[in-house]
């Protein structure tokens, strides 16, 4: 089982700076002030971490990729080699921040993280995330049983995403503690500026460890031509289908007796 995955800084800059783009409404919805300390969940290269340092916050950035670490310390930022699941932080922070992370990490580890989250924040902190939602690139998930069901293939032993339901992780979360500002899911369909093979070289890599690498080439074709006429436009874009999920939580203030 290989459900890894890894990250080129310089790739992903390249060929995914909109995932960063998209999601500049969900660092405004945490609302950082100035002198705010921000914990900034699976940081990536620090394109979004470097607004808030520029709206005047203190910011522990983390991520368990060693590569985008390093760029994001290139950035001058506070950087930190941590993996999500293992968060030590105890009320530290008034802002714990993340985007288009923890769909990357399984249902069952999902408790641990957000136990984490809870502990870092500070009475009265937020939790604003934004994550792949219930649906999300469904057909690239359906491109990929195909091709490795064929070839004789438990696609599932090698499927790295976790996509919830609006409700399910209403229920995490409120689970924990936490006060449910806004939680929602919507579909998002996102254009890619060049081949749907691009995006599965960066994003489905879990996928394509399935098979030899001399087989890769092969299995990426297939696939594509699976998508072709499910996310092709007549005029030749391709279109990505994805459903984020977007939640705002507060961990309650402190109760005095």
């Known amino acids: 089982m290989n459900r890894r995955q890894t990250w080129d800084p310089d790739q992903y800059a390249r060929e995914a700076r909109f995932v ?58 506070d950087a930190k080699i941590i993996d999500a699941t293992e968060l030590s932080f105890h009320e530290r922070f008034d802002v714990v921040f993340s985007n288009a992370v923890l769909h990357w990490i399984s249902a069952p580890e999902m408790a641990g993280v957000i136990e984490g989250v ?32 064929t070839r004789g293939i438990d696609v599932a032993a090698h499927d790295p995403w976790y996509f919830p339901t609006a409700d399910d992780f209403h229920t995490r979360l409120e689970s924990r503690g936490f006060r449910i500002d806004s939680i929602a899911t919507f579909p ?3 254009p890619l500026r060049s081949d749907v093979t691009r995006w599965l070289e960066i994003f ?40 984020r999920l977007r939640f705002a939580v507060t961990k309650p203030p402190a109760t005095t007796s």
């Open 118 to 149: 809870w502990n870092a924040l500070r009475p009265g902190g937020r939790f604003v995330a934004e994550l792949g939602g219930h649906g999300c690139v469904q057909s690239v998930r359906e491109g990929f049983k195909d091709a490795l069901t």
């Open 20 to 77: 960063s783009d998209l999601g500049a409404p969900v660092v405004d919805l945490c609302k950082a002030q100035f002198g705010e300390d921000v914990l900034d969940l699976g940081c990536g290269d620090g394109a979004l971490t470097e607004r808030f340092v520029a709206a005047g916050c203190r910011v522990v950035a983390v991520d368990s990729s060693p590569e985008q670490i390093w760029a994001a310390r290139g950035r001058g930022l």
């Open 188 to 190: 998002r369909p996102t």
């Open 204 to 243: 489905a890599k879990p996928f394509l460890s399935a098979v030899s690498a001399a087989e890769r080439r092969g299995l990426l074709e297939d696939v594509r031509t699976f998508l072709e006429p499910r996310l092709r436009t007549a005029e030749g874009v391709w279109v990505v289908d994805y459903v």
